[in-house]
């Protein structure tokens, strides 16, 4: 069962289609970045998978279920971007309102909030109203909401867009802790470094529709580049590379060092490289597989509006 299956999405608002046949699928235990310029159909495609907003058209599944079933909403989580807090409560009373909307018992909520105050940076903080915490803490109060009732999919938007650098690692380590744990998390983020680091998978979205969506590798046309500089590059080692991987770039402008990126096709041809280099005498000074680079497929992506299923090659040139 996946976690989220929607096929050919749609919402239309005054006859202008804001998700325009949106087909996208997330597994169980998968962190998935949902990415868009504003005003792609983001939030509206979350409101449609939360069972707040109806579908003009076509098909959305969550937890193997319609998202207006409330069997199903008592399993998910959502962080909204603008979280309206009760101000007047204080961070426990806040807890133990939603806790008990979202069906857990007096008891449960006992030992249940105090965990979820630590595991979000608050504790200790827990008696303090609302109107009171900082931006950074009203987040991660929100956040806390998000996880309370251990939901199986967790819907969180720009969840880091008030914390300092500490907060934004704190919320990445809860993300990989709901992972580890199986939960599903959607994560609506314009960060794309922070993208890039927590998520497995990610779906880019114009104008409401997926332009692209796969594992980072997918999206980066199956190829892993990777930076190497050596101190001589002699034409037995240059071959020795292009049976390891496809040399795509060498710059030997500098005295003393040369510079080759390569493609490999797998991650565990990179210890081959090492060996190579080794064995034809040369230094090695530098090995660096490169990370994908979300921020240039982004921009690729988006200004260029390719269509899905076309791996992109220009976001890994060298
Ligand atoms: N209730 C509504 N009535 C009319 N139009 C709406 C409504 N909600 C959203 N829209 C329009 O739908 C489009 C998509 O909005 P949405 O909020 O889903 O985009 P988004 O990708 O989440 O943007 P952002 O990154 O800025 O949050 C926008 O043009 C918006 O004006």
Redesign the pocket.
């Known amino acids: 069962m996946a976690a989220i299956e929607t096929r050919e999405l749609r919402k239309v608002?005054?006859g202008r289609a804001?998700?325009d046949g949106l087909s996208l699928r997330v597994e169980e235990g998968e962190v998935f970045g949902f990415l868009?310029?504003?005003?792609?159909?983001?939030?509206?495609?979350v409101k449609m998978l939360l069972g707040l907003v109806q579908p003009s058209g076509g098909e959305a599944l969550v937890l193997g279920g319609r998202p207006s079933d409330p069997a199903v909403r008592a399993r998910l989580g959502f962080l909204p971007?603008q979280f309206r807090f009760q101000t007047w409560m204080t961070g426990q009373e806040f807890l133990h309102f939603h806790g008990r909307l979202a069906g857990l018992g007096a008891a449960e909520l006992r030992t249940r909030v105090p965990e979820v105050l630590e595991e979000v940076g608050l504790g200790g903080r827990g008696g303090e109203t609302l109107g009171g915490y900082s931006k950074g803490m009203l987040q991660r109060a929100g956040l806390a909401g998000a996880i309370l009732a251990r939901p199986r999919l967790v819907f969180l938007d720009e969840p880091t867009s008030a914390l300092d650098p500490i907060g934004r690692v704190e919320v990445r380590e809860i993300i990989e802790r709901l992972r580890a744990s199986g939960v599903a998390v959607f994560l609506n983020s314009?960060l794309l470094s922070e993208v890039e680091q927590v998520c497995d998978r990610v779906a880019f979205?114009k104008a409401?529709r997926v332009l692209r969506q796969g594992s980072m590798r997918e999206l980066m046309g199956g190829v892993l580049p990777v930076d190497l500089r050596v101190d001589t590059l002699s034409p037995e080692l240059l071959a020795a590379l292009g049976r390891v991987g496809e040399v795509r770039h060498t710059d030997a402008h500098t005295p003393g060092r040369v510079d080759v990126t390569l493609w490999l096709e797998r991650e565990d041809a990179l210890p081959a490289l090492a060996d190579a280099v080794h064995g034809h005498g040369a230094r090695l000074y530098a090995l660096s597989p490169r990370r994908p680079d979300l921020e240039t497929m982004f921009l690729e992506l988006i200004e260029g509006g390719a269509p899905q299923g076309q791996p992109s090659r220009s976001a890994v040139h060298a």
């Open positions: 608002y005054r804001v998700v868009g310029p504003n005003g792609a159909g983001k939030s509206t495609t971007e314009h979205v409401g």
